[in-house]
Each structure stands twice: as structure tokens, then as C-alpha cells.
């Protein structure tokens, strides 16, 4: 079935892609305001865009009356976030962060989480995460009426049971057990299911077409 964007709703365009572009990562961003209250929400429009600088970016949507998220305005206003990735056991305190709690309402507190000093910037990252990353902000693009995040990563944090090898930068991945957002407002996915394509070069192809002839 064909949708065509320029003829369908946005709430509908919204729905399709967040139906099918899945599973999406998700930052579980940490940010301050200007008087030092810290704030912590999850972001699902996520993805990293390059290592030289280390750029990634997070994509911030209006509160439904209108006004900016906490976490778009601290960073605005500070010029720093942490970002941690979720693990499957912390995924309900993630949720709880995602709440709309009034301002006084301290998100980590509620889910049980706690912060530990970042090496290179002021804010914080979750102490319960296995891999986090300290960002300074790199540049904001309005996208609509949603402004795209993108900072550049200063430092990241793993934890040490999941470094096979530090010199080569080598992550057990499956070890970190991190999980991803699906479709709807509810459902998420593991990383427990797991397929190994290997990388081809143009000669294997040809030898693989020419053994099956
Ligand atoms: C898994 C998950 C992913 C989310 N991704 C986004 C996102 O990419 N962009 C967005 O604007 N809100 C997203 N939200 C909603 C925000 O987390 C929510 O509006 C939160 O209250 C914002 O908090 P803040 O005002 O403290 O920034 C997501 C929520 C969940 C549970």
C-alpha cells in the first residue's frame, strides 16, 4: 500500500515511521538547568552520525501544549548532556523517567537511580548504566517542530566487564544486554536475538554465483 506524506496527517506520517523504523536505540539523557537541578527523559530519535568529531543526536519534540521539553531547554542553557543506554533490567526505572512530573519532581529519584560525576563535564550520567557518554552540544537544526540535539562525545563510559580489549576497543556487546523501542507507546525490544551475516567482497559474490550456475 502506497502512503503518500504529502497527503496524510502528520500524526499518521508519525505513526508509519515510528511503526517501521525500529527497533530504535534509545538515550537516556541526563541534563541540568541553569541553577543546577538535574533533570533525566528518555529519546528514542537517537543514532550516532560520525567518529571525527563523535557526533550524536537526539531529536526533541514539543510537550503536548506546545512548550520545550526540560531536557532540550537544559541544554540549551548549559551547553552539556550525559546520555546512557538502557539495559533490559533498567528498562521500567527508563519508563519512569519518562513521565511528565512537575519540574520539583526528581525523575531519578522517583525510579531509584543515581548519578556519578562526569571526568570532562558538569553534568552527571546514571550510575546504573553500563555504558554512558559525556556530550557538549555541537549544533541544533530545527526539524519542524522538533529540534534535532547533536553533541559531540567527550568521553564514554563502559563498564569493565563488558572490555575484552581496551587497546583495540573491543565491547562485548551482547554482554550489555541493551534494549530498543518498537512501535507504539509500550513496546520495546532485547538484543538477545541475534543473526551473523558476514561482509562479502565483489570476488566472493562472483565465485558464489559462478559455484551455484
Ligand atoms: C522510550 C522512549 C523514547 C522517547 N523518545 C522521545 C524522542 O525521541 N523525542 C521526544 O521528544 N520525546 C521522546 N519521548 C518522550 C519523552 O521522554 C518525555 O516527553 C519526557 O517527559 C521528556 O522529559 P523532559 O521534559 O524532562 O525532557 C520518549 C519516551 C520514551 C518512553
Not at 31 to 48: E, H, K, Q, T, W
Not at 189 to 197: A, C
Request: charged share 25%; with cysteine; proline share 8%.
Amino acid at each position: 500500500m502506497l502512503f503518500d506524506f504529502d497527503a496524510m496527517p502528520h500524526g499518521n506520517r508519525y505513526k508509519l515511521l515510528v511503526s517501521c523504523v525500529v527497533p530504535r536505540p534509545i538515550a537516556w539523557v541526563v541534563s541540568r538547568d541553569a541553577a543546577g537541578v538535574l533533570n533525566a527523559a528518555p529519546y528514542s530519535f537517537f543514532n550516532v552520525f560520525g567518529e571525527d568529531p563523535a557526533v550524536v543526536a537526539i531529536s526533541v519534540g514539543p510537550r503536548p501544549e506546545g512548550s520545550a521539553k526540560d531536557t532540550l531547554a537544559n541544554i540549551q542553557a548549559t551547553g552539556e548532556f550525559t546520555l546512557s543506554m538502557v539495559p533490559h533490567d533498567l528498562a521500567e526505572r527508563m519508563v519512569i523517567t519518562a513521565a511528565d512530573f512537575p519540574p520539583e519532581v526528581d525523575e531519578l529519584a522517583e525510579a531509584g537511580l543515581s548519578t556519578i560525576a562526569s571526568t570532562k563535564i558538569g553534568t552527571p550520567r546514571i550510575a546504573e548504566s553500563p555504558v554512558a557518554m559525556e556530550c557538549t552540544l555541537w549544533k541544533t537544526i530545527p526539524v519542524g517542530v522538533h529540534t534535532m540535539v547533536m553533541g559531540e562525545v567527550k568521553a564514554m563510559h563502559i563498564a569493565d566487564e563488558a572490555v575484552m580489549n581496551a587497546e583495540r576497543a573491543y565491547i562485548d556487546t551482547p554482554k550489555l544486554d541493551l534494549v530498543g523501542r518498537m512501535h507504539g507507546r509500550g513496546w520495546y525490544s532485547t538484543t538477545r536475538d541475534r543473526v551473523e551475516i558476514p561482509r562479502i567482497t565483489p570476488a566472493e559474490w562472483a565465485a558464489r554465483k559462478k559455484a551455484a550456475e
